[in-house]
């Protein structure tokens, strides 16, 4: 009788999915010790990689940096693959080298003097929560910030507004030397650059309310040292390289699971194998009506599925997966993070390098929904995002980032009206300016005035088109990345990354189930490295090896 080989499904082609099918082939798949396969939902590898074309330039609709060139496997895959170098232009290829120009609304471009010492501050209080600084003066009134957040669970947002009320009993006589400018008060133009940054935070976090945030998580968190760099051939380059080891028909696109029937305690039917040789502990249902079994499953899907996944009216795991784990998954937070690239007009008639360079620019909003000084026509989605800035020097597609409500507003929104929202925004921004002019509405001309003899001097500004992404509302990711929430810690990512059944603490169970059924992966099960690429190379790795272990390969 022939002896069956254990068969592996990986449950997504994201960057966890297939570093954990790349290490499986290569370690023993290519010696036909496994039967390996990875289901895709959608029609496309890469996950929340997803590397595209907008205005000539190449663009990063998900994942876009390399947190920190040294040590980083996404690097060093990278720079074996030569994708660090393209004669076509990329997102971010001078990582912004411009320095920014901050604009506050009503159209006053502020000295670097004003915006400095709140921007040093916002820095110095992140630092902190993070275990950057050394100890010194200022150490020491954020420790005491820190403690008048209370006992209990701390967050990152009421910590750094502590922080900002401490800055300001401290500089009060300084702050009140503050003069006027135009409409605006010395305080709240430093509440508005201080939440200019908060915005900012929010889309490296994906918390969508800084409130949310854990405190005494944001020190545990790891990033590698050296430049953050962007990836000239595409982030994608790196999935493909991934997935070019695995032999044709290996990754099933289009299969998207909707139901994980498992053996929690060896008393459930298991699911038979057609050929008779042996059975196999967990059976998949598919959109599609079918269904494939499997020895063990690596589950690389997003937070957002799972938290989907556990509601009772979604029953993606039968039975439902044991408490410790959706408690887990359900107290982790998990935001959306969108992109809106805009590509601007050419101005008449030439070509856009040679018209216009935009800024790299900085937005500052009025904080209060009741002062008098705020622009009414200002869309809130708006308000809610900090720049607007060249992809690289002298490109024509600019780039905004939307965190949590607002992000979900941009998807729910047509073309028109983004544009038009932009449009309004960055004209009121622009009123004073004797550099620019902005088109009223997307749909007409740029004022006559700003092309007349005595006004030469004004460059007009004009969106074209745009390409936004929409990763909150995509079934298939339900959001962005995952971030420690109050009320969770890291030992929930560690909860997050144990596999399924649990090994019993009994000696001698009375019906013993199969073990590692289901495996998880993803950026979300690493305790250190979360919401990165990184994250989910090295946890596809983990369950890689945590197979590879069990059945007694060398090659870990």
Not at 102 to 131: H, R
Not at 167 to 183: E, I
Not at 189 to 198: D, Y
Not at 279 to 305: E, N, Q, R, W, Y
């Amino acid at each position: 009788m022939l002896t069956r080989k254990p068969r592996i499904v990986i449950i997504g082609a994201g960057m966890a999915g297939l570093t954990a099918a790349n290490k499986l082939y290569k370690s023993a798949g290519s010696k036909d010790l496994f039967e390996l396969c990875v289901v895709e939902g959608g029609t496309r590898i890469g996950g929340r990689i997803n590397t595209s074309e907008f205005g000539g330039d190449r663009i990063e609709i998900g994942a876009t940096w390399i947190h920190g060139i040294k040590g980083s496997p996404v690097h060093k895959i990278a720079r074996e693959i030569n994708s660090l170098e393209s004669e076509q232009p990329w997102e971010c290829m001078d990582s912004f080298s411009d320095e920014p120009v901050t604009i506050a609304e009503g159209g006053y471009e502020l000295n670097p003097s004003l915006v400095e010492p709140i921007s040093s501050l916002f820095k110095k209080l992140m630092d902190f929560s993070q275990g950057k600084l050394i100890e010194d003066e200022t150490v020491s009134s954020l420790k005491l910030a820190a403690k008048s957040c209370g006992p209990g669970n701390i967050s990152i947002g009421s910590f750094l507004r502590k922080g900002l009320d401490a800055y300001w009993s401290s500089m009060k006589h300084q702050r009140d030397q503050v003069k006027m400018l135009g409409n605006w008060s010395g305080k709240a133009l430093e509440e508005a650059i201080f939440a200019m940054h908060e915005n900012t935070q929010r889309t490296y976090t994906s918390a969508g309310d800084l409130h949310t945030l854990d405190y005494n998580a944001e020190s545990e968190y790891i990033l590698f040292p050296g430049e953050e760099i962007t990836i000239a051939k595409g982030y994608l380059s790196i999935i493909e390289s991934l997935a070019s080891v695995l032999p044709a028909g290996l990754v099933q696109l289009g299969r998207k699971v909707t139901k994980i029937e498992w053996q929690p305690d060896g008393h459930l039917p298991i699911a038979a194998v057609p050929n008779g040789h042996g059975t196999m502990p967990v059976k998949l249902h598919f959109l599609d009506g079918s269904t494939m079994s499997a020895d063990h499953v690596i589950l690389t899907v997003s937070l957002g599925v799972l938290k989907h996944g556990i509601r009772e009216d979604a029953g993606m795991f039968d039975p439902p997966l044991p408490g410790f784990k959706t408690e887990a998954i359900s107290k982790l937070g998990y935001g959306v993070v969108n992109k809106l690239f805009l590509q601007l007009s050419p101005t008449n008639g030439q070509e856009f390098k040679s018209s216009i360079k935009f800024p790299n620019l900085q937005m500052v909003f009025h904080q209060s929904d009741h002062t008098l000084s705020r622009h009414p026509d200002i869309p809130w989605w708006m308000r809610r995002t900090a720049s607007l800035s060249p992809i690289y020097s002298k490109s024509s597609v600019l780039l905004s980032w939307f965190a949590g409500e607002e992000a979900l507003e941009l998807e729910s929104l047509n073309d028109d009206d983004i544009l038009n929202g932009v449009s309004t925004t960055i004209s009121n921004l622009f009123s004073k300016s004797t550099h620019y002019h902005v088109a009223s509405d997307s749909n007409q001309p740029c004022n006559g005035d700003a092309n007349s003899a005595e006004n030469s001097n004004l460059r007009c500004i004009k969106f074209a088109k745009i390409l936004k992404s929409k990763w909150g509302n995509d079934p298939l990711f339900l959001g962005s990345y995952s971030y420690v929430a109050v009320g969770s810690s890291g030992d929930d990512m560690d909860t997050m990354a144990e596999p399924l059944p649990k090994i019993s603490n009994s000696s001698a169970p009375k019906s013993p189930s199969p073990p590692l059924q289901i495996l998880f992966a993803g950026e979300a099960t690493h305790r250190t490295h979360y919401s990165t690429t990184h994250g989910a190379y090295f946890s596809g790795l983990r369950e890689a090896n945590r197979l590879l272990q069990h059945y007694g390969c060398s090659d870990i």
